[in-house]
């Protein structure tokens, strides 16, 4: 049986990007379910906040600078994110490796700054609802900052070998600057949460 191709594809791309990537669209499943994870602890907060009028629960005010210094870093490093996309985008090699580094230490200074923001709470996880609420959602927030600030910082070393070549790379970045764009707009709502619908009473 003589056999002809119904459709030559070999000029096809061999990787793609954005939504036309299979892994966009499992970073975008995770992000939905951990979207929901944080609707659900905020709901929770909510919740025992209409329980009593005096929400804290006598427990001193929180110190909102480390908070507001962190959602501030977390704002000015969407700048560099996008331009690390559109590079992506071109697959430009050496600016994509700059921009790789830059987001790790950008992500990076956040963290640092998270260490000194838990105390700043002015009370402890066991202390009463109040305190347990917080410590959950700030806790929540870091788990992820953690998580893509090491995913961020493992992509950064691929890109400096030999792997950096293979196109899947460059779709990579483009989820990983994607999934950074959801931690730091979930972080906001979080932050209005601990810092500041409190002080509205």
Request: overall charge neutral.
């Amino acid at each position: 049986m003589k056999q002809r191709p119904a459709a030559d594809l070999s000029g096809l791309p061999s990787f793609g990007l954005g939504p036309r990537s299979p892994t966009w669209w499992g970073t975008l499943g995770f992000m939905a379910l951990e979207g929901m994870g944080f609707a659900l602890a905020a709901g929770a907060y909510l919740y025992l906040a209409t329980l009593w009028p005096n929400w804290r629960l006598s427990a001193p005010e929180p110190n909102h600078w480390p908070g507001t210094i962190v959602t501030l870093l977390l704002i000015v490093s969407l700048v560099p994110n996008h331009l690390l996309n559109r590079y992506a985008k071109q697959c430009a090699i050496g600016p994509v490796r700059i921009g790789m580094v830059v987001m790790s230490l950008l992500g990076s200074v956040p963290l640092i700054v998270r260490w000194f923001e838990f105390p700043a709470l002015n009370i402890y996880w066991d202390t009463n609802a109040y305190g347990s609420m917080l410590w959950v959602l700030l806790g929540l927030h870091t788990i992820h900052l953690i998580t893509d600030v090491g995913d961020t910082i493992v992509l950064t070393v691929l890109m400096f070998t030999r792997h950096a070549y293979s196109g899947r790379r460059f779709g990579d970045v483009g989820d990983n600057v994607f999934y950074w764009d959801f931690v730091v707009l979930t972080w906001i709502p979080i932050y209005l949460l601990i810092y500041w619908v409190p002080r509205l009473g």
